[in-house]
Every structure is written in structure tokens, then in C-alpha cells.
């Protein structure tokens, strides 16, 4: 027997390892919310209509299979609360993405020139956060931002602001939350394509005349483009979809989609819509998905 | 005035010295090699020209300006990278084009000029592609198609060859050469390897801890090198130790305790010391299986050792042999096969007569 034959039996069930865990626990689920999506509200538990019964035979399947209805989605379509919450939801992450890049890139550029031993440790600075419940973060930031909290206090004292300024419950709490939070999704991916540049490049680039700004945006940026690529959609993608965020640090007057789902769901016990309302999200999320699964891809076959 | 003169400079790296007051001249239109061992600082020395490291001290003229604070980018010196360093996202003629266009050539005159070093090096149909879909020979030719297109007044060469295998590195060298003839740019080559320098270089500087120590051409390097650590860095050496016995008109007669007494020619200038070596390549050894006569009188004074052979290795092209003198020490020696038979060929375990003249013979102090 070959060595090959030993080792592919235990490598091939480890290939379907993964396949096994999207099926359990996601497939599945998505296949309950999918049919939830389909269904009716109605006054009972679980509070929506038809449900299918196993045990009533093929004819009562059939007519559970035939109340299914669009409706739901047709609902998301016609009443502009679920537009607008999805338009919400781009803006903010396109945005919160923008500033994350601004300040990301030359956060990760200065981390990838530094001496080797001060990367190590500059990176250590940047994962420490994640220490601390992610929770307890954001609730700190509302310590901070509230009207007699530590930002006000600090303003009044230096005499630059004569009242204390309404921070907490705006947009400009939110993102600052967002771009808190997420910096660290941002900044590693292009850490990691930055400091791999080969610096040989930079020094070509000079050789051949081009000033050190000038090299910078012909050769390191271009270069780098997959690690931004990467960053920008580790990011863009669960901050569409951000509930807790929003919910502590924004106002209420417009609401992101996570937060119209929460109340849809918990608030207005209506599972139909709520799940529709996934369904789309998840649907609109598979675009860039697939993107940063190719960039992913290319990156790894550019590294080798 | 030479167009290139490197005065008494020095570069440090804490507490490494790598480069220590060096000074030498470089002629204009000089295909010129700087060869020694890992760490000796050639590379340093090179970066230095190129702007990339900044010298401690002295002065860096290139046509009488000192460019040794001058910006790489400000430099009108080109260097080709040991890596290649080709922009992995440009394609061949982007890569080419890339200092002309730093350089602010309008653009009919830039695809021109592409034209012209696409076809310098022979990469017609390539200049789409990018370096990752070339092969290794290839990329070397757009490295160098790139460093030549600005037209340096000194193009610098980091070990230009060595990442290519032994057959394309020979075929490589013969066109550097024919190309460094044909434009009259001034060339600077980094290399480790003697045989790679003796090939290309007119002239050839030895480096030794951040010293140049000898320079001179290929044929006055391997015949005459300034010091026992040169002859023994350039090429293959037998080495006998020994005291000066006797002087008389240019000829030394030295005692060894490996070789007996051995006949040397003195060479300018004049050794001082008292002890000092005797080396004698070992193409310039001869083998017989008797003594030769030594009929040509003093003028060709000849050295005799008797010993057995203990090794033969066949190269093809010669073979080398190894011979143990009846006082352990081993003398090599290597001969060209001109014949197809082996007519000339000694056994393992023969004993021969290992000559050579004195003429043949260097005197090294030790």
C-alpha cells in the first residue's frame, strides 16, 4: 500500500469537514428562515403559518407547501421603512469602509516599516483591544460620549466648549464606533500585504528616477491594492449588517437594517417579514462576497 | 580625470565596518569588476554609487561632481538588482518604460526608445507579458533593457548572473560584454565569482573586510597577485612555506621544509621579508616519469619534486592529479588532455617527477 493511500481516507473526510459545518449550521438554518419567509404571521406559537406537520401524511405537506406566498417579499418592496433601512445600511458601511481606509493605510504602512522586533510589537497593540468583550468596549464609548461623560467633562475644562455638546445618540457616535471597532479588521490585511512588499522595489523605483512620493503611488500602492481589496470587504460586509453598533451609539430616527430586522422580530413578533428581510440582506451580501473569495484567491496564487 | 572617482570612503553599520576609506578610479567606457567574498563590502560599495546607502565619509566624483549626498533618483547612474526587482504589476514594456517616463520623454520618443531596448536584448513579442509569465533568463533581460534605457552614464551590475544556471550564464556573459562594447557605457559588476569577472571585467578589484587589496587585470591578478590570500582567493594554488637563502640577480633560492630548495624568479617590487611562500599554480606544474635534463641552463632554472600519485581526476577538458612528496606534502597538479588517448595519463600510485621552472614560480610574503 502507498503512502498515498494511507493518508487519503483521513485527508478526504477532513475535506468534507467544512462542507458538513456549512450544511448544519447554515444551510439549514437559511432553509428554516427561507420557509418562515414564505410563510404568514399568524397569533399562535411559533407565531406564523403554515406549519408543516410531518406526521399528517403527504396531502396535508402538499397544502402547507401550497400557502406559501411572496407576499412577504412583495412587502419589502412596496413599504419604503425596508428600502430605506437597506439604503442606510450601504451608506453607512460604504462610508464607515472610506474612513477605516484613510485611517487604516497609514497605520498598517508606518506598522510594515518599522524594525522587525517593533512590528511584532506594534501588531500586539493592535490586537490587544479584542482582549476586552467587544460589548463592554462599546458601552465604555457611551461612558465617554454622554453628556457628562469624560469627552465633555475634558472640553468644558479646557475652556474650549462653554456647554456640554450632544455626542451619544448621533451619526458621528456611530461611526466612531464603527471605525473603532472594525480598524483592527482593516489594518491586518494590509499589514500583511504591505510588509511582504519586497523593498528591493521602492529602491528600483528610486533608481529609475521616480521621487519617494512618486513611488509610493506607482509601485506600493498598486501593489497593495489586493491587501485594500481584502480589508475594504472584511470590513463592508458585516458593517451592513451591524445591529449593536447602531442601536447604542446612533439616534433612532433612522434605523440600519439589522436594527429594522431586530424590531420586526422581537418587537412586532413578525417572523414572515423579519425573515424576508434576511433573506434580501443575505442575497445583497453575496456580490461582494464572492469578490473577496477572488481576491482571497488570487492573493494566495500571487504569494506563492 | 577619470569619470568615476571613489575617495577614501568609508561606510560603517554600527559597529561593522563594511566599507573602510577606499579610493579608486574608474575610467570612463571600463567594464569594471568588483570580486570578493560574501561580506567584503562590494555590494555596500555599489549601493553607495547607486545613492541607496550614504558614505560615513569621502567623496563619490562621477565627471567631476561629488554625488555622494545625491538622491538616488537625482543620479544619472543606473543599477540592475541581483533579484531584478521588475514591477510585478507592469508589463515588459511598462517596466521599460517606467524611468523614461520619470524622466518626462514625450511619449512618441519613450515608445521609441522601448522599441530600441526590446530589441537590444531580444525580447521582440514579450513586451505585453508580465515578469511572472517570463522565464529567468527573460526577467534578466528586461532588469537589464530597464537600467539601460535612461542611458546611465554608469550602469551598476549586483551579481547580475546569479540566479541563472551555468550554461546561460556563460552565453549571458558573452552578451553583456558584446552589449557594454557596443553602447560604451561605463560598467560596474559585483560578483563573487573570479571566473565570472576574469571573463567580463578589464579590469578587476579585489575586496578583503572593506579594502580593496589588489587591482589589476584578469591576466595580473592570476599571475602576479599582490598577496598570498589573493592567489589563493583567484584560482587554485600550491603553497610552500619557506625562508629566503640566498639572493642573486633576481633569482631567490628558497629552503622550504615541505619541498626542499626551491629556485624562484624575484618579481618587482622585491620582496623584504625573510619568510615567505612559494606558490605555483597547478597548470604550471608538469608531470614525468623521469626528471627532465636541465639542459637550458640557469636562465631556465628548474624545480624538481619526486613523489607518488595518490589521486587523478578526469575533468574532461584536464585532469588533475594529486602527488605526495616523501615529506607529506601534496602538490596538484593539472593537465590539458590534447590527446584523445591517454598517452600522457599517470596512475594512482605511480611515482613521477612533479617540475616546474622558476620563472613559473611566484614569491609571496607570508
Given amino acids: ?304 | 580625470m577619470p569619470l568615476l572617482r571613489i575617495e577614501g570612503v568609508a561606510k560603517s553599520f554600527g559597529n561593522f565596518r563594511a566599507v573602510d576609506k577606499l579610493s579608486l578610479d574608474i575610467r570612463a567606457g571600463e567594464f569594471f569588476a568588483l570580486l570578493g567574498p560574501s561580506g567584503c563590502g562590494k555590494t555596500t560599495l555599489l549601493r553607495m554609487l547607486a545613492g541607496f546607502e550614504t558614505p560615513d565619509e569621502g567623496r563619490i566624483l562621477l565627471g567631476g561632481n561629488d554625488i555622494a549626498q545625491v538622491l538616488p533618483h537625482e543620479r544619472p547612474v543606473n543599477m540592475m538588482f541581483q533579484n531584478y526587482a521588475l514591477f510585478p504589476h507592469l508589463s515588459v514594456r511598462d517596466n521599460i518604460a517606467f524611468g523614461l517616463r520619470r524622466a518626462g520623454m514625450a511619449r512618441k520618443d519613450i515608445a521609441t526608445r522601448v522599441a530600441e531596448m526590446v530589441a537590444l536584448v531580444k525580447l521582440e513579442g514579450l513586451e505585453k507579458r508580465k515578469p511572472d509569465q517570463l522565464s529567468g533568463g527573460q526577467r534578466q533581460r528586461v532588469a537589464l533593457a530597464r537600467s539601460l534605457a535612461r542611458r546611465p552614464q554608469v550602469l551598476l551590475l549586483d551579481e547580475p548572473l546569479a540566479a541563472l544556471d551555468k550554461k546561460l550564464r556563460e552565453s549571458t556573459q558573452g552578451e553583456l560584454m558584446e552589449l557594454q562594447r557596443r553602447l560604451g557605457t561605463t560598467f560596474v559588476i559585483v560578483t563573487h565569482d573570479q571566473e565570472e569577472a576574469m571573463t567580463m571585467a578589464g579590469r578587476i578589484g579585489v575586496m578583503d573586510a572593506g579594502r580593496l587589496v589588489q587591482v589589476a587585470t584578469p591576466r595580473n591578478l592570476y599571475e602576479a597577485p599582490a598577496s598570498r590570500w589573493i592567489a589563493e582567493f583567484v584560482g587554485d594554488i600550491n603553497l610552500f612555506n619557506g625562508q629566503v637563502a640566498a639572493r642573486d640577480h633576481g633569482r631567490l633560492t628558497v629552503s622550504t621544509t615541505e619541498a626542499g630548495t626551491l629556485a624562484v624568479s624575484e618579481l618587482w617590487p622585491p620582496v623584504t621579508k625573510v619568510a615567505v611562500s612559494v606558490a605555483i599554480r597547478p597548470e604550471k606544474v608538469k608531470l614525468s616519469r623521469r626528471a627532465p635534463a636541465s639542459d637550458e641552463g640557469a636562465s631556465r632554472a628548474i624545480n624538481r619534486l619526486e613523489g607518488v600519485v595518490t589521486d587523478v581526476n578526469y575533468l574532461g577538458g584536464v585532469t588533475s592529479y594529486r602527488v605526495k612528496l616523501e615529506s607529506g606534502a601534496v602538490v596538484r597538479a593539472s593537465m590539458a588532455n590534447t590527446a584523445r588517448l591517454d598517452v600522457d595519463a599517470y596512475l594512482a600510485g605511480q611515482r613521477v617527477v612533479a617540475w616546474f621552472t622558476a620563472d613559473d614560480c611566484l614569491v609571496l610574503e607570508q
Fill in chain 1, 1 to 304: 500500500m502507498s503512502a498515498r493511500r494511507i493518508f487519503a481516507r483521513p485527508a478526504r473526510l477532513a475535506a468534507i469537514a467544512p462542507y458538513l459545518w456549512m450544511v448544519l449550521f447554515f444551510l439549514v438554518p437559511f432553509g428554516f428562515v427561507l420557509k418562515i419567509s414564505l410563510s404568514q404571521t399568524a397569533i399562535a406559537q411559533p407565531p406564523y403559518t403554515p406549519v408543516f406537520d410531518f406526521t399528517e401524511g403527504r396531502a396535508a405537506l402538499a397544502a402547507a407547501f401550497a400557502q406559501l406566498s411572496f407576499d412577504n417579499f412583495h412587502l419589502l418592496i412596496s413599504d419604503n421603512l425596508y428600502i430605506l433601512s437597506y439604503l442606510r445600511s450601504l451608506v453607512v458601511a460604504v462610508t464607515s469602509t472610506l474612513i477605516l481606509l484613510l485611517i487604516g493605510y497609514p497605520i498598517a504602512y508606518g506598522m510594515a516599516r518599522l524594525p522587525q522586533r517593533w512590528q511584532a510589537v506594534a501588531m500586539m497593540l493592535v490586537i490587544v483591544p479584542f482582549w476586552t468583550s467587544f460589548l463592554i468596549r462599546i458601552y465604555a464609548w457611551i461612558n465617554i460620549l454622554q453628556h457628562d461623560g469624560l469627552l465633555n467633562q475634558m472640553l468644558l475644562a479646557l475652556h474650549i466648549v462653554s456647554a456640554p455638546v450632544v455626542w451619544l445618540s448621533t451619526d458621528s457616535a456611530m461611526y466612531l464606533g464603527i471605525v473603532y471597532s472594525y480598524l483592527p479588521f482593516m489594518i491586518l490585511p494590509l499589514y500583511a500585504t504591505l510588509s511582504k512588499l519586497d523593498a528591493s522595489l521602492l529602491e528600483a523605483a528610486g533608481d529609475l528616477g521616480a521621487s519617494p512620493r512618486q513611488a509610493f503611488w506607482l509601485v506600493t500602492f498598486p501593489l497593495s491594492l489586493p491587501g485594500v481589496g481584502a480589508g475594504a470587504l472584511l470590513c463592508f460586509i458585516p458593517i451592513v449588517g451591524e445591529f449593536v453598533i447602531p442601536d447604542l451609539l446612533a439616534g433612532s430616527s433612522s434605523l440600519m437594517i439589522g436594527q429594522t430586522l431586530w424590531l420586526e422580530f422581537f418587537t412586532n413578533k413578525d417572523w414572515p417579514v423579519a425573515s424576508a428581510a434576511a433573506v434580501a440582506l443575505l442575497l445583497l451580501l453575496v456580490p461582494p462576497l464572492v469578490l473577496y473569495d477572488r481576491l482571497q484567491r488570487r492573493q494566495l496564487e500571487a504569494g506563492r
